[in-house]
């Protein structure tokens, strides 16, 4: 005989279904973008197909070197790196990476006791971390911006920019979204809407 409610085991079953995550990867010789289902392992880059290693790593003391990974490197607080390359998918910045060359080819954080030089940086997107008060000289262009910091900078964001309950950014905005969390703080110029249409201009002071 047929149970009944045969359906709605079935519909339970579909709704308990996984859907793999997916992970955008690049490749650090060739820059070459592609998505790895599952889980972030070894790969070889689909166009030039070097082997990609990924390794997570976390520096403590002094370090020098080159590292390439499409995993994490952790620039611990007590690390100071010495003429250094360093590539990964995201990167954090606690110590004294003033000397170094880096490239996040996904995420770049900076903690409140980070020590750069922003012209030998890279990142497609960028965390301010909470605690943190950071002043950028120079006009950053990036994808994402998330501030859960103290961030003062101009910033041109292709993507979303996010100022987190905790965060507070002054200075100038270019970007195609924008979402200030209540209790976060801005005090910008800020330009809003699609880089290639058209764009609105508005002082922001929250």
Same mark, same amino acid.
């Given at each position: ?17 996984i859907?793999?995550?997916?992970f ?9 973008v ?6 972030i ?10 082997m @990609?290693t990924?390794s !997570?790593?976390?520096?403590?003391? &002094?370090?020098?070197g *080159?590292?390439?990974t499409? +995993?994490s490197i952790?620039i611990?607080?007590?690390?100071v790196?010495?003429?250094t390359t360093l590539i990964?998918g995201?990167i954090?910045?606690?110590g004294d ?5 880096i ?5 770049l ?10 012209t030998?940086?890279?990142?497609k ?11 950028l000289?120079?006009p @950053?262009n990036?994808? !994402?911006?998330?501030?859960?910091g &103290?961030?003062?900078? *101009?910033?041109?964001?292709? +993507?979303a920019?996010?100022i987190?309950n905790?965060?507070f ?6 970007c195609r ?9 801005m005090?910008a ?13 508005q002082?922001?002071?929250i």
């Open positions: 005989k047929k149970k009944k409610g045969g359906h709605g085991n079935d519909a339970s079953r579909i709704g308990k279904t859907v793999p995550m997916r955008e990867i690049i490749c650090y010789e060739c820059e070459y592609f998505v790895l289902t599952g889980h392992h070894e790969t070889m880059c689909p166009r030039c197909h070097h @990609l990924v !997570n790593k976390t520096i403590h003391g &002094e370090w020098s *080159t590292d390439k499409i +995993g952790e611990a607080e007590d690390a790196l010495k003429n990964g995201d954090i910045i606690a990476a003033r000397d170094a060359d490239r996040a080819t996904r995420k954080e900076l903690r409140s006791k980070a020590q750069f030089d922003m030998r940086i890279i990142a997107d960028l965390l301010i971390g909470n605690g943190s008060r950071f002043s000289a120079r @950053l990036c994808r !994402n911006l998330d501030v859960q &103290e961030l003062k900078a *101009t910033i041109s964001a292709s +993507g920019v996010f987190r905790s965060g950014f002054r200075g100038e905005l270019h979204s924008l979402v200030i969390e209540e209790g976060g703080r005090k110029k800020t330009v809003l809407g699609s880089f290639t249409g058209t764009n609105e201009e002082t922001l002071m």
